[in-house]
Nanobody, 125 residues
């Protein structure tokens, strides 16, 4: 199993920035693509960003493209999400996970991953 621990959330004004971190433990982190998801109450968890195992390619949902940047450091088993130009609709609990890409479906959590507690991001004036 791979276990995740997210951190870095907080309260920020619209237009502000935050950088989230995710520490992974367990299975060989460097073998997996990693992704970020977010969830608001009453809605399903949605994928927003992914990065290949070697960091050479990144992918974003249209809702965050151009504002968020995903990165990783395989030496310390960590993945990051830098969020700029934040909007109130970015308010959610953010989670990371190992991910896999399914043709015609998109990115989804890989098997064998225990979700962390997530980190709350609140964008409000």
């Amino acid at each position: 199993q791979m276990r995740m621990a997210e951190s870095g959330g907080g309260v920020v004004q619209p237009g502000g920035s935050l950088k989230l971190s995710c520490a992974a433990s367990g299975r060989n982190f460097g073998n997996y693509a990693m992704g970020w998801f977010r969830q608001v109450p009453g809605k399903e968890r949605e994928w927003i960003a992914a990065i290949k195992w070697n960091g050479e390619k990144t992918y974003y949902d249209d809702a965050v493209k151009g504002r968020f940047t995903i990165s990783r450091d395989n030496d310390v088993n960590a993945v990051y999400l830098e969020m700029n130009s934040l909007k109130p609709e970015d308010t959610a609990v953010y989670y990371c996970s190992a991910v896999e890409h399914i043709p015609l479906t998109g990115w989804r959590p890989a098997g064998g991953v225990d979700w962390g507690q997530g980190t709350q991001v609140t964008v409000s004036s």
